[in-house]
């Protein structure tokens, strides 16, 4: 639009423009003040890293000279991202990284809100807050901690002699069958999906919280006096006053689809589940980071960056379409 | 909210239920807790044989002797903890500051040249350089050992970053135009009535990044050589990952499974102690309160 | 607003050459080292909260028997090798630093000549009389392309050993199994005939965990398969799940495990719970490291007094067969001198004559004990009495890492264990080390292993456990090996191969 503008606009209306952003500019400088601290972190720690992206097209490993001499060196073209998406593990690892990624989102996602706004509904303030301590604990508990929990909970008999780990009597009484909760199949999915509600619930529940605690009361009050009850309150005041941040962390999320993470997974991967557990952020962490193939795992970080850039649009395109604000 | 006073019996059935769930969910959560702090003060041959108990049968403070033990660990435990709690204090406020700014920056309609920041931030956000050329950013600063290389090179979280910038766009606009015609600049908004209004958002922020600081023990791996340095984390981590297949050598004992319970107790409970301080900028209407004041 | 991206990208820009050309240039710099006062950095692991500091009694006796400045930089052990990647990406290096792990990086970084190649000075008797004892074994082993790049510290080779209930045994009035018959019937006996004569039926046999490759490859050893790789009759290499001996193996494990000898949940045990269901009586064979009986036997003790464990190095195939044990690399990491810290020969040539110096028995004893009369004293046996002064023993804490204990020297001390098993712990060892069938591919550097390795494992740890445990059929665990085989296990036979034949030293 605005070249199509261009063309037509006289000396005059040009510098019409040019004055009002000038005018508009000096109107803000404080603000660009206030933007150069941020700025500033941005080049410094983020731009200037960028070049990193680079390492994706290249043969190389930790002593590698990328500048200087090694600069026209090495140069591998799209081999490592060739190497990768031919891998025959590949389509596995996008198989468990996206079903994991997405039960979480389905699973995991709307609890928090939920848990907030049970909060919200309590009345006794000291228990109110005793309670919204309690469930921020597991935020903290290591997950080697969680792991060793998990194995004593699921834990199968050794012997016949034996009994198994409390859930796994529990759901043998209730439902006659044996859990295999660490084996193969859809049963580790669940292990890790369950593990994270019980540890980032509580946690999850403070962002919304503070929205909750902008939505003005004389709202409430208004809407008592118009009869309307709890039900009609909540619909019609508190989940549109928190819609804007809902949306804004689901815009977020979609943007790490293929984030794992790795720590979980490792600690509860044996050789019967590995290869349903197997994602994209553990073969990076043994490749990369222990392992120092560089060049390799940027290239499949590169390739998660493409695909969170894409999510993150379409997500934030989808929130503006349904008439949220969006992220940007 | 005094002025409700007839309560339906929909009401109060709807209460019992809440508090039943939540009550419910509360205890599930904190049991795994009071497990470690109960394994904590056990011995050792309790943890090897009983799978999970909330009070110990011979309770102990063997473990905490051991860590806090003035000369033993215990100098090299209280040395981390000061670090992580120092770390943790000026982390947080430079992110604060870090962030508040850009973030309130960056929600001001008609700023020219914020689309292509906003975009640039979105970029970082997605696509990285990865870990060595951050390092070797971080060592041509000069930070390299140096606390300033656990602070600065995460000051923004892009991600908290952009949240608060939709609190602030939120925000009324009403105030700022009052403000801004009796003479105030930009910045003095900011400080006047932006921030006090965003007490809620600032906690929250505040606490994600002060728990990121907390927990953080990569960034003092990677950076940090003396290990005179070394917060908290770092040494609870090498504490309780130890496993007997990890020690290769013949001597090396894992530490005893309530050494690491303590350790984790002990990392937990600080920080754990900053959330009932927050509580109050969550309490319903603090913000609206704010305004009318 | 173009413009403002422009000024963006150029500020950019411009910030990005500058960085670079720093980056570029940095880390290269560093002076040579002063002969008459030598301070040497040397990175290595802790295991501990508070290591030796560099200040403390032992680490400056220590600098004045070697003539130099220790500096240490303590690495928490369980992140160690993320520290060697990330420290050599960013040229950060020691003196002396340690190699956890032999990743793709390392042997990447010591082919491209970032680390001194040291096989020609580790022969030279005259000038380092200690290093030049290293073994030529382990040194094959530690080996890249037929280049030594550091100096080892040395571990037992003869580790592996079976943790057993000796009065479980006594009460069935069996003896310590010598052959796998034998073996096969205790675990029949500790799982039917109740070990513990409580009259409940309430023990099986051996305790195997998610860990299977431990007590699976060294039954291989046992019925006579190679470590690792070996020779097939065309004499070309061949992983060892390819010969047949490994095929009786996992069916003599599967039979074990269908009649309940073997915890039915093993697929699924964790490996940090290995010693629990020992401790509680409930099963009486481990096949892990001999040394775990020494743990075991120390705790076991609290709970039930009389509980007796013993342990043994191997049983044979057959009465008549010889003994084969699976040995350990005999290595725990080696010591690299990264070119870039130590320039020229000459300082080379001082920083070995320091290696060369520690590890002399008097050096060796104040990292592993400190100072006589200070931080341990001598018993009538000899033996070195650790003192109880917490405070004191923080001043040897982790310096044991620094240790390479290349040579064997009755000057050395050792200390007493105080559980019985332990004297029987250091015979197994010694037994051990006479039947050690090795690795016949441990120095070889296989190009597809580094980038597939650990998936190639995962196939095979996979089909091998859930053949054990009935998940899969005999043809469907040819069929995984048939995978294994095309997706880059052929890749790496060849290799393998390839470096054998131009190996020099075995043909």
Redesign the interface.
């Known amino acids: 639009m605005a070249k199509a503008q261009k063309v037509a606009l006289s000396a005059e209306e040009k510098a019409v423009i040019k004055r009002k952003r000038k005018a508009q500019i000096f109107k803000d400088r404080w603000v660009y003040l206030l933007l150069l601290p941020g700025f500033l972190y941005f080049i410094i720690f983020k731009i200037v890293p960028m070049w990193g992206i680079l390492i994706a097209f290249k043969d190389y490993f930790p002593t590698t000279q990328f500048w200087g001499a090694g600069l026209t060196k090495n140069w591998i073209g799209f081999d490592n991202f060739i190497q990768f998406f031919t891998d025959s593990s590949f389509l596995q690892l996008l198989r468990n990284t996206l079903i994991i990624s997405l039960m979480n989102i389905i699973f995991f996602f709307p609890l928090p809100i939920i848990l907030a706004l049970l909060l919200n509904e309590m009345k006794v303030q000291w228990y109110k807050k005793a309670v919204q301590t309690l469930v921020y604990v597991p935020h903290f508990v290591s997950m080697v901690v969680i792991a060793s929990i998990t194995f004593m909970l699921v834990k199968e008999p050794s012997s016949s002699a034996q009994s198994g780990g409390a859930l796994y009597e529990i759901v043998k009484t209730l439902t006659g069958k044996e859990m295999h909760a660490l084996g193969g199949g859809w049963a580790i999915y669940w292990v890790l999906l369950i593990q994270n509600i019980w540890k980032e619930t509580g946690w999850g529940t403070i962002i919304f919280l503070a929205a909750l605690a902008g939505v003005d009361v004389e709202q409430y009050e208004a809407a008592i006096v118009d009869g309307a009850n709890r039900w009609q309150q909540l619909i019609y005041i508190t989940i549109p006053a928190i819609m804007g941040t809902v949306v804004t962390m689901f815009v977020l999320r979609m943007g790490s689809v293929l984030d794992t993470g790795f720590e979980q997974i490792i600690l509860m991967q044996n050789t019967l589940n590995r290869t349903n557990s197997e994602t994209f952020d553990t073969y990076v962490y043994q490749y990369g980071r222990v392992e120092g193939n560089y060049g390799y795992t940027t290239a499949v970080s590169l390739f998660k960056s493409i695909v969170s850039l894409i999510c993150i649009q379409t997500a934030n395109r989808l929130a503006k379409a349904v008439g949220q604000a969006g992220l940007f | ?1 005094i ?2 006073k007839r309560r ?1 019996i ?2 109060i059935i ?2 019992i239920i ?2 039943l ?3 419910l ?2 205890v ?3 049991i ?2 009071i ?2 702090i109960a394994a904590s003060f056990a011995k ?2 309790e943890i ?2 009983r ?2 108990f909330f009070i110990p049968e011979n309770p102990t403070l063997d473990a905490y002797k051991q860590v806090f ?1 003035p ?3 215990g ?3 209280l040395r ?1 903890l000061l670090i992580s709690i120092c770390v943790t204090l000026v982390g947080t406020l430079i992110n604060l ?3 508040l ?2 973030a ?3 929600s ?1 309609p ?4 914020k ?8 970029f ?14 971080v ?3 000069g930070m ?1 050992d140096t606390y300033a290389a656990l602070i ?5 979280s892009a ?1 908290n ?3 608060i910038r ?2 602030f ?2 925000l009324p606009n009403e105030l700022e135009e009052a403000a801004a015609i009796d003479g105030c ?3 003095g908004i ?1 400080l006047k009535i932006a921030l006090p209004l965003s007490m ?2 600032i ?2 922020f505040g ?2 990044y002060a ?1 990121g600081h907390w ?1 953080d ?2 960034g003092a ?2 950076y940090l ?4 340095k070394y917060p908290f984390q ?2 609870l ?17 894992p530490p005893e499974d309530t050494l690491k ?1 303590a350790v ?1 107790v002990i990392g ?1 409970v600080p ?2 102690c900053v ?2 301080f927050l ?1 109050k ?8 309160g704010a305004v009318k004041g | 607003m173009t413009q403002t991206w422009k000024k963006i990208a150029t500020a950019s820009l411009a910030a990005v050459m500058i960085t670079g050309a720093l980056a570029g240039c940095g880390g290269s710099e560093t002076a040579s080292i002063d002969p008459e006062n030598p301070v040497i950095t040397i990175q290595t692991k802790s295991f501990n909260a508070d290591s030796a500091a560099d200040d403390s009694q032992v680490v400056q006796a220590l600098n004045e028997y070697l003539g130099a400045t220790l500096k240490f930089t303590w690495v928490p052990s369980t992140s160690y090798d993320e520290k060697v990647t990330t420290a050599m990406a960013a040229g950060e290096y020691p003196t002396v630093m340690l190699i956890g792990t032999r990743s793709a990086s390392v042997i990447q970084a010591s082919k491209d000549g970032a680390f001194w190649d040291l096989t020609e000075y580790l022969k030279d008797s005259d000038k380092y009389p200690n290093l030049a004892q290293t073994s030529e074994l382990v040194n094959h082993n530690i080996s890249i392309d037929g280049h030594v790049y550091g100096i080892y510290r040395t571990r037992e080779l003869g580790r592996a050993g079976v943790t057993i209930r000796k009065d479980w045994l006594d009460n069935l009035g069996l003896d310590i199994p010598t052959t796998i018959e034998e073996f096969s019937n205790v675990l029949r006996a500790f799982t039917e005939d109740d070990p513990d004569g409580n009259g409940v039926d309430d023990t099986y046999g051996m305790i195997v965990t998610d860990y299977l490759d431990g007590p699976l490859n060294n039954l291989a050893i046992w019925m006579g398969a190679p470590n690792g790789w070996g020779l097939d009759e065309n004499g070309e290499l061949k992983p060892a799940f390819m010969f047949d001996e490994w095929k009786e193996t996992l069916n003599l494990m599967k039979s074990w495990y269908d009649a309940g000898y073997i915890n039915s949940d093993m697929a699924t045990y964790s490996s940090d719970k290995w010693n629990e269901q020992f401790l509680t009586g409930q099963a009486g064979v481990i096949i892990d490291v001999a040394d775990r009986a020494r743990r075991v036997a120390a705790n076991i003790a609290e709970l039930n007094p009389s509980a007796v464990v013993d342990v043994f190095g191997y049983v044979t195939k057959d009465a008549d067969t010889e003994p084969r044990t699976l040995p350990t690399t005999g290595y725990d990491g080696y010591f690299v001198i990264p070119k870039a810290s130590v320039t020229t020969e000459e300082d080379l040539d001082l920083v070995l004559t320091i290696l060369d110096k520690a590890n002399d028995a008097t050096a060796e004893n104040y990292m592993n004990y400190g100072i006589e009369g200070i931080h341990y004293t001598l018993d009538e046996e000899g033996y070195a009495v650790k003192t109880e002064d917490e405070a004191l023993l923080k001043e040897v804490n982790d310096l044991n890492q620094f240790a390479m204990g290349i040579v064997d020297s009755d000057d050395k001390l050792s200390t007493k264990y105080t559980v019985e098993v332990a004297e029987k712990i250091e015979q197994v060892y010694e037994e051990n080390r006479n039947w050690a069938v090795s690795n016949p591919v441990e120095p070889y550097i296989s190009d597809t292993y580094s980038t597939k390795g650990p998936q190639l494992d995962a196939i095979m740890a996979e089909a091998n456990t859930k053949y054990i445990v009935g998940q899969i059929t005999e043809e469907e665990w040819d069929a995984q090996v048939e995978r294994w085989l095309s997706q880059g296990g052929q890749g790496v036979i060849d290799d393998y191969n390839e470096a054998y034949a131009a190996d020099d030293s075995v043909n």
């Open positions: 909210m002025s409700i339906s929909g009401d709807g209460d809440i508090y769930v939540v009550t969910l509360a599930i959560m904190v795994p807790f497990y470690v050792e041959a090897q044989t799978p999970i033990s000369s033993g660990m100098p090299t435990v981390s500051f870090f962030t700014t850009m309130y920056g960056l001001r008609n700023l020219i040249g689309k292509p920041l906003l975009n640039m931030v979105l970082t956000m997605v696509f990285g350089g990865g870990m060595i050329p951050l390092f070797l950013v060592k041509a600063l390299y600065l090179p995460g000051c923004i991600y970053m952009l949240i939709n609190f766009i939120e600049t930009e910045i900011f809620p958002i906690a929250t606490l994600f728990v927990n023990y990569f791996l990677m050589n003396d290990s005179k770092l040494v981590r090498n504490l309780v990952m130890q496993t007997q297949d990890n020690s290769t050598s013949l001597d090396e004992l319970m984790i937990t920080i754990l959330y009932p509580q900028y969550f309490a319903a209407g603090v913000m609206v």
